[in-house]
């Protein structure tokens, strides 16, 4: 892995073709948020499989919890959609048959000349796309189970959020003063009538 690819460093905001052929950014996808992002050797590689199927029944929780995730592949553009389709996953599927991603971060699976992956990566990345943690799976057992992640996401949106604890000095102050700049979500929505800003649906 390239040398500034570390906690702390700032993940490269590559552009890719999704799974429906739409060139999307990784800020874009993330927004705001943390995010999950797998980068994967493929359709074919059964490891790949076992983790993006726990990752999407994991998904629900990631959806509520104000966090967004997308895959990396150097799949071309049907195998992604295969790929994707068969896991049953709901997020954003990156196609790099050109391994711009791979010769990029220096993680060519030497050792699979064959297929020429990447050395599989999963990172947990804060808002600013800022790398919090980082995880090799060349071997399965390297990658991050949903409760490894569960633990650095909650470090990740504790460290991020200022209103991860309501009882923190000055935030029900700032609230009652209408100040909504540090509460995820009011931040962004209009004010009602009276002044306060709307609740959220």
């Known amino acids: 892995m390239r040398s500034d690819i570390v906690p702390g ?4 905001d590559y552009a890719l073709p999704d799974h429906t052929g739409t060139v999307r950014r990784l800020s874009e ?13 493929g359709h074919y590689c059964p490891k790949e499989h076992q983790q993006h199927l726990a ?4 998904q629900p929780k990631i959806a509520v919890a104000y966090t967004r995730i ?3 592949s150097t799949d071309d553009h049907h195998r992604s959609q295969e790929f994707r389709a068969s896991v049953g996953a709901q997020w954003p599927f990156l196609s790099d048959p050109g391994r711009i991603v791979q010769q990029d971060l220096d993680i060519q ?18 808002p600013g796309l800022v790398i919090h943690t980082i ?9 991050p189970s949903t409760d490894d992640l569960w633990l ?8 991020t959020r200022p209103d991860w604890d309501l009882a923190a000095p000055g935030l029900r102050e700032a609230w009652e003063a209408g100040d909504y700049s540090l509460f995820h979500g009011y931040d962004r929505r ?12």
Do not use: C
């Open 55 to 58: 990752l999407a029944a994991f």
């Open 135 to 143: 995880y090799n799976g060349y071997w399965f057992w390297g990658r």
């Open 9 to 12: 460093g700032i993940f490269p």
């Open 29 to 41: 996808i993330q927004g705001r948020d943390p995010m999950i992002l797998t980068l994967a050797r």
């Open 109 to 126: 699976e030497y050792t699979d000349p064959g297929n020429n992956p990447m050395i599989p990566h999963t990172l947990v990345l804060k």
């Open 190 to 201: 209009p004010l009602s009538e009276g002044g306060a800003a709307q609740l959220p649906a």
């Open 70 to 72: 997308a895959t990396i």
């Open 152 to 159: 650095d996401l909650r470090a990740a949106t504790r460290e």
